[in-house]
């Protein structure tokens, strides 16, 4: 009998020490979303994950030059603040110095800190990309010179993965230089979780590790308790969230239209201060003017979630829009604007108020668009791949 305590007691032992394996191996810090691109330029691209445990992180940087990943040590960025490498889950790096329209090799990593008493820092184990297994992450800056440039735009996912990879399948994102989010690709920003599992997860999944996305906020990305973390995953670092790029002839505004009722409606609780912000945008849009990148384009295409109206029955954001970024944008010249918001397509053609094609893309579609040098040719497409609207815009 005691002989069979014995032998119980060392099972439970046994059993306590397997159970504290286990929680270890499955403590072990990894990388739980993403890396994806952000803000690819001529000579810099952003970087952005986020890891399972509080950690420093770092890229390295390889040239697409046909050495092995391993040939050598590939210099490292370190996600820091002011000289101090940061502990966080989520990281951040900026690498610049980079050729234009060069395609380079990268590889993200997470160190995680234990403890850091003091001057003290306990670090634990590290995780990364897999460079070994496959083939590294591999990303192209833009390039101005480039005669041509293709993309594709998509809006009004609101967290539908299956829908979005369908589009994105339909409009061979692999094909085009870039893709936009235009808008409202969560029905609500409740928390990180919810943004991955809501688009990121699967966007990373097919593109958004080796191609570069702009995003423009939607009216319902502005909602929830995590909408003031928006910046800190896209745009982060970007002074604001309207911001203008360029890849090869094509000039892209990106504007962030904001809610669509008055900021004094009882739905926001006294949260939100869109008038302000539009008024600070239209002013930004009279600096492109003084621009290269715009000024020295060959079309220039605003992206907006809300589109401008002149219906008397227009609700307050898109009237907004009309009232502030159009003037602007007519001054400017530009040769088109993309939409989102109504969920259904529309088209309005230059009129006395609206001096550019205003297209409004639907939460079915996809636009695929080529600049060909000479005109921008725009296909609409639908999950199954047909073409449901075709435009050609010469520009002005
Ligand atoms: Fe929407």
Redesign the pocket.
């Known amino acids: 009998m005691r002989e069979l305590v014995a032998m119980t007691g060392r099972g439970v032992w046994i059993a306590l020490v397997l159970l504290c394996m286990g929680l270890c191996v499955e403590a072990q810090i990894k990388l739980l979303y993403g890396p994806y691109l952000q803000n690819v330029k001529e000579t810099e691209a952003t970087f952005v994950w986020e890891a399972t445990a509080p950690s420093v992180g770092w890229v390295e940087i390889a040239p697409n030059d046909g050495s092995h990943y391993y040939g050598e040590v590939r210099p490292r960025y370190f996600d820091t603040a002011n000289g101090v490498k940061r502990t966080d889950t989520r990281h951040v790096v900026r690498v610049s110095g980079l050729r234009p329209g060069t395609t380079y090799r990268y590889r993200v990593y997470a160190q995680e800190v234990l403890q850091h008493e003091g001057h003290y820092v306990a670090y634990g184990r590290i995780a990364a990309t897999d460079v070994y297994g496959r083939e590294p992450l591999r990303f192209t800056t833009s390039d101005w010179s480039k005669p041509t440039t293709s993309f594709l735009m998509l809006n009004?996912i609101?967290g539908r993965q299956q829908h979005l990879a369908e589009l994105l399948a339909a409009g061979q994102h692999a094909k085009q230089d870039l893709v936009i989010f235009n808008g409202?690709m969560v029905s609500t920003m409740k928390d990180k979780q919810g943004v991955f599992e809501g688009f990121m997860n699967e966007s990373v999944r097919l593109f958004a590790s080796e191609q570069p996305m702009y995003y423009a906020r939607?009216n319902?990305e502005t909602r929830g308790a995590f909408a003031t973390a928006f910046q800190d995953y896209f745009s982060p670092k970007e002074p604001h969230l309207y911001y203008a790029f360029r890849q090869g002839p094509v000039c892209f505004i990106m504007l962030d239209s904001g809610e669509d009722k008055p900021d004094s409606d009882l739905e926001y609780y006294g949260i939100t201060d869109y008038d302000s912000y539009r008024s600070e945008q239209a002013a930004w849009l009279e600096t492109l003017a003084n621009d290269p990148a715009f000024t020295t384009a060959r079309f220039r295409i605003a992206i907006c979630h809300m589109p401008p109206s002149t219906r008397p029955d227009v609700w307050h954001g898109q009237r907004e829009v009309m009232e502030k970024f159009v003037p602007a944008l007519n001054r400017l010249g530009i040769d088109l604007m993309l939409c989102?918001?109504e969920?259904r397509y529309e088209f309005e053609a230059p009129n006395e108020k609206i001096a550019f094609p205003v297209l409004t893309n639907s939460?079915e579609t996809a636009v695929v668009a080529t600049y060909d040098g000479q005109a921008l040719e725009v296909q609409v497409v639908d999950t199954k791949g047909n073409v449901v609207e075709r435009k050609r815009f010469v520009g002005q």
């Open positions: 009004d609101h409202d939607g319902h989102g918001h969920h939460n």
